[in-house]
């Protein structure tokens, strides 16, 4: 799918709030009402767009998270199939580097993450698992900041939240009739749970789509404190996701970028930081997963 300007303007609005209503899109990106209801549609039939909810891991629970380095004996694909099967499993990608497969690991605190972590190394193909413990995100355009504003949550408003992480367009008629609500009471407990930081509503855009098809995670080892090496890598433009974390590094995160050649120029200026002793990088080849309407065995 190739996107022209109108589409990008489009996508960058959806990225921000993906429950825009086609009459408020249209005057934003310059287009009639009917014109962008079929650029949106196109877009998210083409599969490289999906809008969806992502819910702030706390009201699921998921307060703990690992990045997981693994070497796999034999093929790799059925390994990486078999932990995306895995409820815990947010992320994983088929890579080039020391190791086959990335992943990301969440779960309801530390000895959840360390049974996930072990069904991991107990997957038959699976010879090396090495996690880095996440410790806080410092970058995430997916991460809800804060906690949420919102009382207890009751049935129906998690029965709205499973419906919105399918489908974040979905009408409010049409989402009234799953729930058992009026439209009115529909729109009502739904803004709430938006404005009060429960859930945001938002496009996850193939980054090919965008330009940046090269992706590239690196894991950094530092000589003294973190914060400031952090905040001045979280500050380019090319470095889409950062998270503190323990193990073998303590920067793990991902480069977005439109080439290998301007992969290796950001690689280069983080080796030249102050601060950092070394930086371990391999290339995402494949993303096999990609979903964060996670729920975990007995939620």
């Known amino acids: 799918m190739d996107l022209d300007r ?3 303007a489009v996508v960058r609005e959806l990225q921000t709030d993906g429950r825009l209503t086609y009459e408020t899109l249209a005057q934003r990106v310059g287009l009639s009402r009917p014109a962008t209801r079929a650029r949106v549609q196109r877009l998210l039939a083409g599969g490289g767009v999906r809008v969806v909810a992502v819910v702030h891991p706390a009201v699921r629970e998921l307060t703990t998270s690992a990045h997981l380095s693994i070497g796999v004996s034999g093929p790799a694909e059925p390994v990486a199939r078999a932990i995306a099967a895995m409820p815990q499993a947010p992320y994983v990608t088929l890579t080039a580097g020391s190791r086959a497969i990335m992943a990301e690991l969440r779960a309801k605190g530390l000895a959840e993450l360390d049974r996930a972590i072990e069904s991991v190394r107990s997957l038959h193909g699976v010879d090396a698992v090495d996690p880095l413990i996440s410790l806080q995100q410092l970058k995430d355009p997916y991460l809800l900041a804060g906690r949420p504003d919102v009382p207890e ?3 129906t408003d998690r029965l709205i939240l499973d419906e919105l992480e399918r489908d974040g367009r979905l009408p409010f008629a049409e989402l009234a009739e799953r729930v058992g609500l009026s439209p009115g009471a529909a729109r009502a407990r739904t803004l709430r749970l938006l404005d009060g930081g429960v859930a945001k509503v938002l496009a996850l855009v193939r980054p090919d789509l965008l330009g940046l098809g090269v992706l590239c995670g690196f894991a950094v080892r530092l000589e003294g404190e973190r914060d400031t090496v952090a905040r001045h890598i ?3 433009d090319r ?3 950062l ?3 323990m193990g073998r590094a303590e920067l793990v995160g991902t480069i977005s970028a ?3 050649t301007a992969v290796r120029k950001t690689l280069e200026e983080m080796r030249a930081c102050a601060g950092v002793r070394a930086v371990e990088s391999w290339v995402h080849l494949e993303l096999v997963k990609e979903r964060y309407d996670l729920t975990t065995p007995g939620s």
């Open 243 to 245: 998270s503190a974390c």
């Open 234 to 236: 979280g500050g380019w």
């Open 153 to 155: 949550l009751d049935a």
């Open 258 to 260: 439109e080439s290998l």
């Open 239 to 241: 470095v889409s996701l």
């Open 6 to 8: 109108t589409d990008l």
